[in-house]
């Protein structure tokens, strides 16, 4: 009886064991963000910045690409270098994107969080500015973990007058990995058209599911959500989601060896879904991190857990926000011929064909303008009309009034700009006019595409029209 009794215990047990189902593997498809599967091979390259230390990681053709690349600013853990998440940053630049790890802190106990934030923003700049010919400064994502996401967060707020450099630094997506903090000021100050995504593990001890709910609480952000990421219950071996569960190496305090499904089925799937969903125009909708497959952990039974914050009057929130112009224009590159690429239909307007402007100083130091355009087609009868531009905004030279001689001036706001001054973007306080710009009758789609983006954040662009300009004859403008 006492042997048959263990006979049916030792079955059961190991009946159990034959049923549990083994952690998942990678994907094999490879289109997606977590796979190991590669397109580009690896540039690294460590850069020494008044004294700290920033590691780059890139694809190894993006010099030679031609198309400027996604860029992933990564906080690190308090007391964790970079070999604690080298595996993501290589595997981050292997799928196409740029990432820059800065070492933000002075040490251990570094505490000054608004200086720390300021020192992630400032020596990210200086690379931003060194590959500023191959990295897209729209399409850039903060990210960290633990310590790091806290100063990311920060940073991410900082005002403008806090930072460093001509170029201000701010991100166009935010992904934290169990935030250490906020800062009740600072929060305030994030974009609130910003999409932000707060992880928090179900085993983490160190940091509180509270605080990163406060946080949550505190955004000001139209797009928000709180991913839940989930243990591995159940499964051979057995995986708890814990505070370490980003690292890729063991420290003494925590974190495992190697990648894991926490990695392909959860870190490098959301922040390759947030430079994906920039690349795609900003639209929130990129399905690994915003749609179902966020929540894929590669075994049908465990699912991650979401709870969102999505506007359903985000259209009517862009156009509660004041309209948002450039940080300055350098108005003498800004001189020159402008061709409309797009526009938002409007009365006065027409059907024009060949629609063109240009931009001279007069004796005087002002701003003439001349725009010109067939009317309906290419051969129709020429439409023209010169008047003055007075600068509205001498700081930033980004809003100006148009005076046509008309019994009412025109604004004209410059809220988007290539980074060579390729493309503009235009509008004004009402929004009802937008118009996509080129220094060249035609537009690159890359850039195009970068403007739309840019257009996109504070406009509705779905009753865009493309304008005709070819095979156009331009009058000629004494």
């Known amino acids: 009886m006492m042997k048959n009794l263990i006979f049916v215990i030792l079955f059961c047990m190991t009946s159990s064991l034959a049923y549990a189902e083994p952690l998942p593997k990678a994907p094999i498809d490879a289109n997606h963000p977590g796979s190991l599967v590669y397109a580009h091979s690896l540039f690294h390259e460590t850069i020494a910045i008044r004294?700290?230390?920033?590691?780059?990681?890139?694809?190894?053709?993006?010099?030679?690409?031609?198309?400027?690349?996604?860029?992933?600013?990564?906080?690190?853990?308090?007391?964790?270098?970079?070999?604690?998440?080298?595996?993501?940053?290589?595997?981050?630049?292997?799928?196409?994107?740029?990432?820059?790890?800065?070492?933000?802190?002075?040490?251990?106990f570094d505490r000054d969080w608004r200086r720390m934030a300021n020192d992630f923003v400032s020596l990210s700049h200086d690379v931003l500015t060194k590959y500023s010919a191959?990295?897209?400064?729209?399409?850039?994502?903060?990210?960290?973990?633990?310590?790091?996401?806290?100063?990311?967060?920060?940073?991410?707020?900082?005002?403008?007058?806090k930072q460093t450099g001509k170029q201000i630094v701010k991100p166009a997506s935010i992904v934290l990995f169990a935030p250490a903090g906020f800062d009740t000021d600072y929060i305030k100050n994030?974009?609130?058209?910003?999409?932000?995504?707060?992880?928090?593990?179900?085993?983490?001890?160190?940091?509180?599911?509270?605080?990163?709910?406060?946080?949550?609480?505190?955004?000001?952000?139209?797009?928000?959500?709180?991913?839940t990421a989930s243990s591995y219950k159940g499964t051979t071996p057995e995986l708890n989601a814990n505070h370490f569960f980003p690292l890729s190496k063991s420290?003494?305090?925590?974190?495992n060896d190697g990648i894991s499904p926490f990695h392909f089925q959860g870190v490098w799937k959301w922040l390759l879904g947030a430079t994906q969903d920039l690349q795609s125009g900003k639209k929130t909708d990129n399905i690994y991190l915003y749609g179902n497959e966020a929540l894929d952990t590669g075994i049908s039974s465990i699912k991650h857990k979401v709870k969102k914050s999505?506007?359903?009057?985000?259209?009517?929130?862009?156009?509660s926000q004041e309209l948002q112009t450039v940080d300055y224009v350098d108005v003498s590159?800004?001189?020159?011929?402008?061709?409309?690429?797009?526009?938002?239909?409007?009365?006065?307007?027409?059907?024009?064909?060949?629609?063109?402007?240009?931009?001279?100083?007069?004796?005087?130091?002002?701003?003439?303008?001349?725009?010109?355009c067939?009317?309906?087609?290419?051969?129709?009868?020429?439409?023209?009309?010169?008047?003055?531009?007075?600068?509205?905004?001498?700081?930033?030279?980004?809003?100006?009034?148009?005076?046509?001689?008309?019994?009412?001036?025109?604004?004209?706001?410059?809220?988007?700009?290539?980074?060579n001054y390729e493309y503009a973007v235009v509008?004004?306080?009402?929004?009802?006019?937008?118009?996509?710009?080129?220094?060249?009758?035609?537009?690159?789609?890359?850039?195009?595409?970068?403007?739309?983006?840019?257009?996109s954040s504070q406009l509705d662009t779905s009753k865009l029209i493309m304008t005709i300009q070819q095979q156009c004859q331009y009058p000629v403008v004494n």
């Open 251 to 255: 420290f003494f305090f925590g974190g």
């Open 427 to 455: 509008s004004d306080p009402s929004r009802r006019s937008l118009y996509i710009l080129s220094k060249t009758p035609t537009l690159d789609p890359i850039l195009f595409n970068e403007a739309l983006a840019k257009a």
């Open 333 to 372: 590159k800004y001189l020159g011929t402008w061709y409309q690429i797009a526009r938002n239909p409007l009365f006065f307007e027409g059907n024009c064909a060949c629609s063109r402007q240009v931009l001279s100083t007069t004796s005087d130091s002002k701003i003439q303008v001349y725009n010109s």
């Open 134 to 161: 191959f990295l897209n400064l729209d399409q850039v994502v903060f990210t960290g973990h633990s310590k790091g996401a806290y100063v990311a967060l920060v940073a991410a707020g900082l005002p403008n007058s």
């Open 190 to 227: 994030i974009d609130p058209l910003t999409a932000v995504t707060l992880v928090w593990s179900d085993k983490d001890s160190i940091v509180s599911e509270s605080l990163v709910n406060q946080i949550y609480e505190q955004l000001p952000s139209q797009k928000k959500q709180f991913i």
């Open 374 to 419: 067939n009317d309906v087609t290419v051969t129709g009868p020429l439409r023209e009309i010169s008047g003055f531009a007075t600068n509205e905004d001498p700081m930033s030279n980004s809003k100006f009034k148009v005076d046509f001689g008309l019994p009412k001036k025109g604004d004209y706001w410059i809220i988007g700009l290539g980074t």
């Open 310 to 319: 999505w506007s359903l009057r985000a259209a009517n929130a862009k156009q």
């Open 51 to 108: 004294g700290r230390s920033v590691e780059f990681y890139a694809p190894a053709d993006f010099k030679t690409s031609g198309v400027k690349i996604p860029v992933i600013i990564f906080g690190h853990g308090q007391a964790i270098d970079v070999t604690g998440y080298q595996e993501t940053l290589e595997h981050i630049a292997r799928k196409g994107v740029a990432v820059i790890f800065p070492t933000y802190d002075t040490g251990f």
